[in-house]
């Protein structure tokens, strides 16, 4: 069974980096059929999308905050990691990795499975 | 920027039917966007409903149903109960590699 786990600091002081870890288990971060995602949600708002991985090594970002953002995987490990960067009080948020996955021949590209999300904080 | 709206807050009665939508702001929805739709209850991750427009996710009641009406993304509950009571986001693929949310409907069963 899928399970996905964010991990990371849940303080992080204006001006710096986030760094955050979904680990995986039930599936593999190489899997050809599966894409992984970093999705956001502020206090009493609503989910933003932050960016995408495939094993291919296709990466992609929110064109709002891809000047800041660095996915990346570590296939030894088998998880991916977010990293955030120039963080303001604006990045505090639960912070969410989904995965996707296609069927053998197509790709309906949502998230089927979901971590429990991690909440970082933004302060001083 | 591409924005997806959805309604703020909708309200049903128990046993009543709902049709949230999501739309665009520029231009119209098609399947061609993969709409998907995830149930939030607070404190949870979200839920997976409703993918590739129609498709119930794994053990999703059919009560829940996907569709594109007119313009917009549509999920439509049917006989409307208590814990349905949930926030509801759609998302769209623009791909490659892109997905937008849209802001979400708050949902009251009352």
């Known amino acids: 069974q899928l399970q996905l786990q964010e991990s990371g600091p849940g303080l992080v002081k204006p001006s710096e980096t986030l760094s955050l870890t979904c680990s995986v288990s039930g599936d593999s971060v190489s899997n050809v059929l599966s894409y992984w995602s970093w999705i956001r949600q502020p206090p009493g708002k609503g989910l933003e999308w932050i960016g995408y991985?495939?094993?291919?090594?296709?990466?992609n970002y929110n064109p709002s905050l891809k000047s800041r953002v660095t996915i990346s995987v570590d296939t030894s490990k088998n998880h991916f990691s977010l990293n955030l960067s120039s963080v303001t009080a604006a990045d505090t948020a639960l912070y969410y990795c989904?995965?996707?996955?296609?069927?053998?021949?197509?790709?309906?590209?949502?998230?089927?499975?979901w971590g429990q999300g991690t909440l970082v904080t933004v302060s001083s | 920027q591409t924005v997806v709206t959805q309604e703020p807050s909708f309200s049903v009665s128990p046993g009543g039917t709902v049709t949230l939508t999501c739309g665009l702001t520029?231009?119209?929805?098609?399947?061609?966007?993969?709409p998907s739709w995830y149930q939030q209850t607070p404190g949870q991750a979200p839920h997976t409903l409703i993918y590739n427009t129609n498709i119930r996710s794994s053990g999703v009641p059919n009560r829940f149903s996907g569709s594109i009406l007119g313009n917009k993304a549509a999920l439509t509950i049917t006989g409307a109960q208590a814990g349905d009571e949930s926030d509801y986001y759609c998302v769209l693929y623009l791909g490659p590699g892109i997905w937008v949310f849209g802001g979400g409907t708050k949902l009251t069963v009352l």
């Open positions: 991985m495939y094993h291919s090594g296709n990466i």
């Open positions: 520029s231009g119209s929805v098609s399947t061609n966007y993969y």
């Open positions: 989904a995965r996707g996955t296609c069927g053998s021949t197509n790709c309906f590209f949502y998230f089927d499975q």
